[in-house]
């Protein structure tokens, strides 16, 4: 736990957020800043900064569960499609320190992504 990320401080319970899943290895929350009807991040509960960090880490069968995690949230959210986003570094638009899966779902989706 890194006392200074906001995410591992959620994950602790000691900053509030609308947990919509849990399990072992990851916590799904609503996105405070929502950018579809139904935006989740599902968020590994071991602090790694990226996601190349998290896949060097974590064991296969951990980063398999969050991406499951992931697919069942956006299939209920809409079975007709959904999207799901990791951001990587300055460039790859992140902005929070910590790995965590995007499910966007409840619109279409453009490509490219902006
Ligand atoms: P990134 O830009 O790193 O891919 O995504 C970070 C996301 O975390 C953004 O969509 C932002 O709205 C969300 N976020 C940042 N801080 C908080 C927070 O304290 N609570 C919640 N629920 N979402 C957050
Ligand atoms: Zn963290």
Redesign the pocket.
Known sequence: M?QQ?I??RIVAGEVPAEIVGQSDGAIAIRDRNPQAPSHILVIPRR?AATLAEYVGQAKPEEVGSAFSMASKLGRDANPAGYRVVVNEGRDGGQTVD?VHIHVLAGRPMHWPPG
């Open positions: 890194n990320c995410f591992c602090h910590h």
